[in-house]
Structures are given as C-alpha cells and as structure tokens.
C-alpha cells in the first residue's frame, strides 16, 4: 500500500473527466487500497481518483470514527434524487477551507462494488453527500464551483497571497 500525492486547487488535473473502469481487475484493487491509505493519512472521509490524478471512475468513502468501514464505489452515479439541504463540505483539494453549498437530500445511486457487481442503493445525510461531492470530482468540478463569484474571488486572493507567501518563505530559506 501507498500513500498518494493528492492533488491541490487549481491544479488542472482536478478539472478531468474520468473515464469509467470496464472491467474490475487487479489494478483497480490496488488503485483502491492505495486511495484509501491516502484518504486515512489526511483524515478525509472520501476521496475520488481525480484528487490522486488518475482519471478513472473510482470512489472510496470512510464515515466511520475508526477507519474500519470502507466503502469502495466503482462507476459511481446518481440515478436520482430528492429534496436539498445546506452542506458544510470541506476538501482534501482544498487544505482548509470550509464552506456551504446546496446538496441533494436523498440520493438513489448505482455502482459496481470490487468485484464487478453492480449495486443499487439510497443514501441520506452525510452519506448521500459525500457520494455527490465524490462524483462531482470524477466530473471535474469542485464544491467551490457552486459558491457565488465573489466568494471565489476572495478565495483565490487568498490563495494567491498564500502562495506568494510560501515562494517568500522558500526564497528566505535559501539566502540564510
Ligand atoms: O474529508 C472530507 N470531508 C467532507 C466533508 C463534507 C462534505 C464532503 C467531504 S469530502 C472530504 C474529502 C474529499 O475531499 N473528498 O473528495
Ligand atoms: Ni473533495
């Protein structure tokens, strides 16, 4: 087992569409084990193939407090969905920053489990929300996606003063 490189916003690699596994083989397994590790070692409870730049229609999920109930979601997709509800998401892509978006209540959704079978299910609460924010990567797009322009303006000046700083820091590091 590994542990991942995970992507960070804006790299563009987030912003790929995966295209989906057709046959469940070996690889696949391995992909999956080494996503989860990667998803531990960063305390997420989710983490799609996207954010380790493999673009390939892979979720895994942990909502549990002892890291000991993975869920593995091959092709994942929403079949449909009922109501909406304010969501407080944060992202692995997206180190400490927290805000609401408008989510789906309750979700049907598809998937094929590790070894090829496909599964039909329902999801609501912090479930049913993982598995959108999980899908939405899989499509290229970020929960920041869904905050009005001006949030994201003053989320990206933050950034890049973030980013600047870092350069800064590194520049000082190195003339000592
Ligand atoms: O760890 C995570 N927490 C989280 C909280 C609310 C809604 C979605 C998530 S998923 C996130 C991990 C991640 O970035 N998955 O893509
Ligand atoms: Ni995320």
Redesign the pocket.
């Known amino acids: 087992m590994a542990v991942l490189e995970v992507l960070h916003y804006p790299d563009l690699g987030l912003r790929k569409k995966a295209v989906p596994i057709e046959t469940v083989d070996e690889s696949c397994l391995i992909l999956a084990k080494d996503m989860l590790q990667t ?1 531990y070692e ?7 193939s996207t ?1 380790v730049n493999v673009h390939k229609r892979l979720v895994v999920i942990d909502l549990s407090e002892d890291k000991n109930e993975a869920i593995y979601l091959i092709n994942p997709e929403i079949l449909s969905s009922e109501g909406t509800k304010e ?8 180190p400490e920053y927290y805000d609401t978006v408008i989510r789906a209540e309750r979700i049907t959704y598809r998937f094929q489990d590790l070894e090829g079978k496909v599964i039909k299910s329902e999801a609501d609460g ?1 479930l049913s ?2 598995i959108q ?2 899908i939405d ?1 899989l499509d290229g797009k970020l ?1 920041i996606d869904y905050l009005s322009p001006m949030k994201r303006r003053r989320l990206r000046k933050k950034l890049e003063k973030q980013e600047k700083q870092e350069k800064q820091e590194k520049h000082q590091a190195k003339i000592l």
């Open positions: 998803m960063y305390n997420g409870i989710g983490l799609a954010q969501s407080q998401e944060g992202c692995l892509s997206l912090l929300v993982c924010h999980e990567h929960f």
